[in-house]
């Protein structure tokens, strides 16, 4: 075999970028706070309240939409698009035409930045 083609493959040459090794961050990240609401559908129930919470996940309390950034829906974990419901503080209208079926797991989600 050639010596000289023997000797490129056995020695290759590694090129190694240089990288910056100080951070940079422009600014801090915001701080969020995500809140949950959780209720169980009756099968004929549309409107949830406070008082229809699941006990046990501590006090969760459905906030007013001004005072959070965002909110989602989920009826048997399927997120919910927003003209399917309607929000208040302290209460949940479901604006479909029939209610969730009993035993349905009803999750409002509520983002504050």
Partial sequence: ???????????PKIMLPIINSKPFRAKLPAKVRV???????NGYQKTFTDKDAVKGYGNHQILSCKDVSFMNLFINAVLQPEMNYKVDEGILILLTEDAPIEGTAII??????
């Fill in 35 to 41: 809140y949950e609401y959780f209720a169980i559908a």
């Fill in 1 to 11: 075999m050639n010596k000289r083609r023997t000797d490129r493959y056995n020695n």
């Fill in 108 to 113: 409002l989600q509520m983002i504050k930045v």
